[in-house]
């Protein structure tokens, strides 16, 4: 019955009419531009609530869902092995970086971004292979809990695609995919937007997945929930949001009152190692000395544990409370999914990865060593090349993570899993990770855990 609907709806409303009113280049024009922000897009109708929420986009907490009985994990069989059939088959794709990954969000939930404006013409892309594309890197984190970002300046008339296309995306993008789907940010909406709100609407009958998009109306609205320097944001989109700033001129929500109260003494979360070891006088950070302790103690059978999102209320007010030196007693919390989180947000917020910004280039060159050579070169690496405060704090962390790896008969977490969720929050660059390189920190982060014993004892 919905699959009919949706191509009634597909003959109702054609291509063309969904874009009959737009500029000649782009398919919002300057009255549309603040469409998300209008009261007809946000309020409650007759049928119930409002579908997006927009504005303030802090999410309250997580819909609660169930993990499935067995987690699938990916295959890896040499570490740092590159994938060339893979990058091969889908090189025509790839190579418009139309999807990205941009590491996690303020929450440990990785951020995948899709940008419209690198859509290329409609004549010069297969939109059916740009779908496997997607599924292909899609299905590389749904297991995870994940967020979207869609940038949707830039669609013009010449790059816009079917709407049997999304109509086809829609069917094929099933529960796997919508699981574990925690928010879709959709930057810079219009009526287009909207349209396809209204065609989908009535086949879409699940109230969480509706509530799980928000618009936004200004990239410094996403700031509150992204590592925004990490973000992969193309030109047109800044250019676009700095003529929207400029013209609006909307309230900056991060006003002065955080600058002005500078960087507490007492503060672990957002500064350096050295500041939180100048103050503490501990090598290990007390929020990674508390997390791991009651990880150990308490979480180590509890299924998807690093995997699930945790509510964003309670995270925030632990963060409050050791950034103002305070021991947080997690058995109060009442959920072992807070301290990974919270473990997860600290590594992520430093102000350089625990691995580095020096060790980036070299991490990643090493698919190019031989296989027999790799773990004797990232040997030498951590003690040679990481300071030794960063190797314990990490070897503090990779021991837990062992332990968790024992225990995946019973919270299905083994080391792909563990990689997939550590990796980028150990390493990241100064600028913007690229989607191939995802695959190296992931990779790197499972062989240190597959190897600790190695690794580590000295």
Request: negative net charge; contains cysteine; hydrophobic residues 40%.
């Amino acid at each position: 019955m919905a699959e009919q609907g949706l191509h009634q709806a597909e003959g109702a409303v054609n291509d063309e009419a969904l874009f009959e009113n737009e500029d000649q280049d782009f398919e919002f024009d300057e009255s549309g531009l603040e469409l998300a922000a209008k009261e007809e897009l946000t309020r409650e109708g007759s049928d119930g609530p409002a579908p997006f929420r927009s504005g303030a986009i802090t999410p309250d907490g997580f819909i609660e869902e169930d993990f499935e009985a067995e987690i699938g994990t990916p295959s890896l069989n040499n570490y740092f092995q590159d994938d060339e059939e893979t990058d091969e088959e889908f090189q025509d794709i790839a190579e418009h970086k139309i999807l990205e990954v941009a590491g996690d969000d303020l929450y440990g939930r990785k951020v995948i971004v899709f940008a419209a404006c690198k859509l290329p013409p409609s004549a010069q892309i297969d939109h059916q292979r740009l779908l496997e594309y997607m599924k292909h890197v899609l299905d590389q984190y749904v297991e995870n809990d994940y967020v979207i970002v869609y940038f949707h300046f830039g669609l013009t008339s010449k790059n816009k695609p079917k709407l049997s296309w999304l109509i086809q995306i829609y069917k094929e993008l099933d529960r796997k995919y919508k699981k574990n789907l925690k928010a879709w940010y959709i930057v810079h909406p219009t009526n287009f937007i909207k349209i396809l709100w209204n065609i989908f609407k009535p086949f879409i009958r699940s109230v969480k997945f509706g509530r799980k998009i928000m618009y936004v109306n200004y990239l410094h609205e996403l700031k509150e929930h992204l590592h925004f320097d990490q973000l992969v944001v193309p030109p047109l989109v800044l250019q676009h949001d700095a003529k929207m700033v400029a013209s609006n001129k909307p309230k900056y929500p991060y006003g002065q009152d955080s600058n002005d109260a500078g960087t507490l003494p007492t503060q672990q979360y957002g500064v350096s190692l050295h500041h939180i070891k100048s103050h503490y006088g501990t090598v290990i950070p007390p929020v990674v000395q508390q997390t791991v302790d009651y990880l150990r103690q308490n979480a180590l059978d509890v299924e998807g544990i690093f995997r699930r999102s945790a509510n964003a209320v309670q995270l925030k007010a632990v963060q409050k409370k050791f950034n103002q030196g305070e021991t947080v007693n997690f058995a109060v919390e009442g959920d072992e999914h807070i301290p990974a989180v919270a473990l997860k947000i600290f590594l992520r917020d430093l102000q350089e990865p625990l691995l580095t910004f020096d060790l980036y280039q070299p991490i990643l060159r090493l698919h190019t060593v031989e296989d027999e050579r790799k773990v004797a070169e990232v040997r030498r690496m951590l003690h040679e090349e990481l300071p030794e405060d960063n190797y314990q704090i990490l070897k503090f962390i990779v021991q837990l993570l062992t332990e968790v790896v024992d225990h995946s008969a019973m919270n299905k977490m083994n080391s792909s899993n563990l990689a997939i969720v550590f990796g980028p929050n150990l390493l990241w660059p100064k600028g913007q990770a690229s989607l191939s390189s995802m695959g190296y920190l992931n990779n790197f982060a499972r062989l240190l855990i597959d190897n600790y014993s190695q690794l580590f004892d000295r």
